[in-house]
């Protein structure tokens, strides 16, 4: 069963747009984890949010979680087409030993 | 360094036959997760493999097996073949078992079940 779920479950946007995808999820967690899946390819990763922490940034991206709603986003500044893929949320639950668990992901697709 | 890697990319099977996919971790990484994709249920933990012994294991049936080799290479198993074992087989690897160490992902084995 999946912990997380995105929203939107797609989203369609213009080269230099800003992207904004969320993710919200069920019990309580160590880590939230934001991935990239190009079509066909592994999954690659984008970052890392403890839950101690509510605000995180690298690069294009800036990533926020709120424990108290069970809830994170990760914001993508000034798109590019090579944006374009699967974006998903996955969280490690706390007492947890590794297992992630995998949101369902948004499919973004950014128009040149 | 060399990234995860899996083998074969692809592979097409028939009902009731049985399946081995192999994974190769990053070098130095102890820890082998799997993962199955599919269009319906997403990503789903399958199992994960820490110095050879398996630490963690999803909710799939025992026809689904894996197992580690002292050089961290994994294998997972599937036997009895079904048409819903159809999906993207992903394996991940990590340095240790640290909560807080992301998974670098393989690009996967597409198996297609006729």
């Known amino acids: 069963s999946q912990q997380g779920e995105e929203d939107p479950q797609a989203l369609s946007i213009q080269e230099g747009e800003n992207a904004t995808m969320n993710c919200s999820y069920k019990t309580s967690i160590n880590n939230l984890q934001w991935y990239r899946q190009n079509s066909g390819r592994g999954l690659v990763h984008l970052i890392l949010?403890?839950?101690?922490?509510r605000e995180k940034h690298s690069g294009r991206l800036r990533v926020t979680l709120d424990t108290s709603k069970k809830s994170s986003s990760v914001l993508i500044t000034a798109s590019r087409a090579a944006d374009t893929a699967s974006y998903f949320c996955a969280t490690a639950r706390s007492g947890g030993y590794n297992k992630l668990i995998f949101g369902a992901g948004t499919r973004l697709a950014v128009h040149p | 360094k060399a990234g995860v890697t899996q083998t074969p990319r692809y592979l097409i099977k028939t009902r009731g036959q049985q399946v081995t996919l192999s994974c190769s971790p990053i070098s130095g990484h102890r820890s082998v997760s799997w993962y199955q994709q599919t269009p319906g249920q997403g990503l789903q933990f399958l199992f994960e493999y820490f110095s050879e012994t398996q630490r963690n294991k999803g909710n799939f049936p025992g026809r689904f097996s894996g197992r580690q080799f002292s050089n961290s290479r994994s294998e997972m198993n599937v036997s009895t073949l079904e048409l819903g074992d159809s999906a993207l087989y992903l394996c991940a690897s990590r340095e240790g078992t640290e909560g807080n160490q992301p998974q670098h992902f393989g690009d996967g084995t597409r198996l297609s079940i006729l």
């Open positions: 949010i403890r839950s101690n922490e």
